[in-house]
């Protein structure tokens, strides 16, 4: 166990568009706090949104949602109360749930009252997204060598001996399953997923774990529709090749309309496909938004109304870790696959260019806090995990 530093390094958008390395004063924690030492952040196509000031005005921000680490320090009360001691590997959630408010109290926490920007409220609760740097300690972000967790954080012991590059995806994987249970996935059911990225890749694992019958995943890049079949599709169906879609998801659900589809295109044509393709009274879980205005266009033509689907957006990630952390832990899927670029802290501008740029079939690129950069890390073209396991 190294000592706690007395700074912690941050990456920071000041403001629209800016992004620097700075440093903060890291505060012994109070009694019912945890320090977190962040070993590994992923970079979420909502950090770039953020950056272009997509969402809000969030600044000066330190982003970064999807961290893993280590308790690095926790007060007496933390320790007697969550039972962690330092060098615990950890995830904390998102969302920082105030645990009082009527939302709360339902187990609907990612609609947390004190969280709803829509009521003028001056800072949210989500790490790396709402609440500024501005706020005291002012280490509310993942892309940083240490995170603040008190009293209200959620916080999970993550598995013995679990790899960072899989631990790292609890966050993504959380927000699956979140879909998976707004769509009411279960034994037998036929689910749809539209859109093979990160997310929908996991999708398609969270819809396999939770006992689908037959999973399809519709996209329209050859590769990452072969990766969602070794994450649990049953079949794909490459959009751009098919003549019609429709009909080709159904030859690959058996001759049946599916019962759940998941849309994590995050496109608004998606949303539209979703209803072509369920059952009559089936359920279309909107999951592919990051609260970059992607508008719902949803026709209100005879598709939607003679299938009377349900139409159920799906938020954050509440209720998702526990079975998330627990699916991470079965060696059978290939999740640290989903981690294809590395990089150091200082490199995080490198990182969202190649994210921009699309470069090298970036899935999921990370940030590894403790690193440092150097030369060969900066153009990481290769996916650095192709050998492993
Ligand atoms: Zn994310
Ligand atoms: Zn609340």
Redesign the pocket.
């Known amino acids: 166990m190294s000592a706690v530093a007395r700074t912690s390094r941050q990456v920071v958008f000041p403001t629209v568009d800016e992004l620097r390395i700075e440093s903060i004063p890291v505060p012994e924690p109070g009694p019912d706090d945890v320090l977190v030492r962040i070993a590994m952040v992923?970079i979420?196509?909502?950090d770039v949104h953020l950056l272009a000031g997509h969402i809000g005005d969030p600044f000066p921000l330190v982003p970064g949602?999807?961290f893993v680490g280590e308790v690095a320090a926790i007060g007496d009360r933390a320790a007697h109360s969550r039972g962690f001691g330092v060098g615990d590997r950890v995830a904390v959630e998102m969302l920082l749930p105030c645990r009082s408010c009527a939302r709360c109290r339902e187990g609907r926490y990612n609609l947390c009252e004190r969280d709803d920007m829509a009521t003028g409220l001056p800072r949210g609760r989500q790490y790396g997204v709402n609440i500024p740097r501005s706020e005291a300690p002012g280490l509310w972000g993942g892309y940083a060598e240490y995170l603040h967790a008190p009293a209200e954080a959620i916080v999970h012991r993550l598995p013995e001996g679990i790899a960072w590059e899989r631990a790292v995806l609890v966050?993504?994987l959380a927000?699956a399953h979140r879909a998976i249970a707004r769509g009411r996935v279960t034994t037998g059911d036929r689910v749809v997923v539209i859109g093979p990225g990160p997310v929908g890749i996991l999708i398609a694992a969270a819809a396999r774990a939770a006992g689908a019958g037959r999973v399809v995943m519709v996209g329209t890049r050859a590769e990452r529709l072969a990766l969602a079949t070794d994450f649990g599709a049953d079949a794909t169906v490459d959009a751009r090749r098919s003549e019609d879609v429709a009909a080709d998801v159904r030859v690959a659900l058996g001759g049946a309309s599916a019962d759940v589809v998941i849309e994590a295109a995050g496109v608004a044509t998606a949303q539209q496909d979703a209803v072509r393709l369920v059952r009559r009274g089936g359920r279309v879980v909107l999951a592919g938004a990051?609260g970059a205005a992607v508008p719902v266009t949803l026709h209100a033509d005879e598709d939607l109304l003679t299938r009377e689907p349900d139409i159920l957006p799906s938020f954050l990630s509440a209720g998702g870790f526990e079975p998330a952390i627990a699916l991470l832990a079965r060696p059978e899927v290939p999740f640290e696959r989903l981690v294809t670029h590395r990089f150091a802290l200082d490199e995080a501008a490198e990182a969202f260019d190649v994210i921009r740029r699309r470069d090298g079939g970036v899935l999921k690129a990370v940030l590894e806090p403790g690193r440092t950069a150097s030369p060969e890390n900066t153009f990481p073209e290769k996916n650095q995990n192709k050998e492993n396991r």
């Open positions: 992923g979420c196509a909502t949602h999807e966050e993504p927000v990051c």
